[in-house]
């Protein structure tokens, strides 16, 4: 009996292992796809579902890269990034927070294609199931945070593999509010653009509010 018990075992880790570098394989992949545009134009839906109180809401975004530099706009709020300082625009009031970037930072919002494009140290990865959303087959993979004080039970990323591109990106917060960031229309064939588009400029604002967190 201990003889079978060890060869299940053993099968088991294997198929375990096996998997781990299937998901390994399948993000350097993309990592290293995404990481080769010198600038790169997407736009995205974002769905806020709260289970608890059973409301969602939908917003529509757009993202331009160039490098670590990035600009990010809904309707209500501007987003820039130079790589080293970042810019939050609260249109409704007129203010605009001005902080540090964390490069490290997992946040679509602080840093949208740093996720996928980084080192993924913080995360353990398992590969879940292919799926078909919208006629299309997808690679779903979970991204389970080694630090349990983060806000979100783990985050779910959808892969066109065929196109080498992240089709979605779920978070799964554990206080029942769900994010999830579906990019729509994307391009790398753009002209490209001059470092100052990735710089917000208070003094261009009347009244403006600007609340300054860098050290």
Request: charged residues 30%; neutral net charge.
């Amino acid at each position: 009996m201990k003889k079978y018990l060890f060869i299940l075992t053993s099968i088991v880790v294997s198929l375990q292992l096996s998997a781990q570098d299937d998901v390994n394989e399948i993000l350097d992949r993309l990592s290293k796809k995404m990481a080769s545009y010198k600038c790169f134009y997407f736009e995205y839906t974002i769905k806020t579902e709260d289970i608890q109180l059973k409301t969602s809401e939908l917003q529509y975004g757009k993202v331009l890269t160039k490098g670590k530099k990035f600009r990010l706009s809904t309707k209500d709020v501007y987003l820039y990034s130079n790589g080293e300082t970042q810019w939050q625009y609260l249109k409704p009031e007129n203010e605009v927070v001005i902080s540090t970037v964390d490069a490290n930072s997992d946040d679509f919002f602080i840093n949208p294609i740093g996720f996928i494009t980084g080192d993924r140290k913080n995360f353990k990865q398992r590969l879940k199931n292919e799926v078909i959303e919208d006629g299309i087959n997808l690679t779903e993979i979970d991204f389970y945070p080694r630090d349990l004080k983060t806000p979100y039970a783990y985050i779910r990323v959808r892969i066109n593999e065929k196109k080498q591109m992240p089709y979605s990106i779920k978070y799964v917060g554990k206080d029942g509010v769900h994010y999830t960031i579906k990019i729509n229309n994307s391009s790398t064939d753009i002209e490209m653009p001059d470092d100052s588009e990735f710089v917000f400029e208070p003094s261009k604002y009347q009244n403006i509010t600007v609340v300054d967190l860098r050290e």
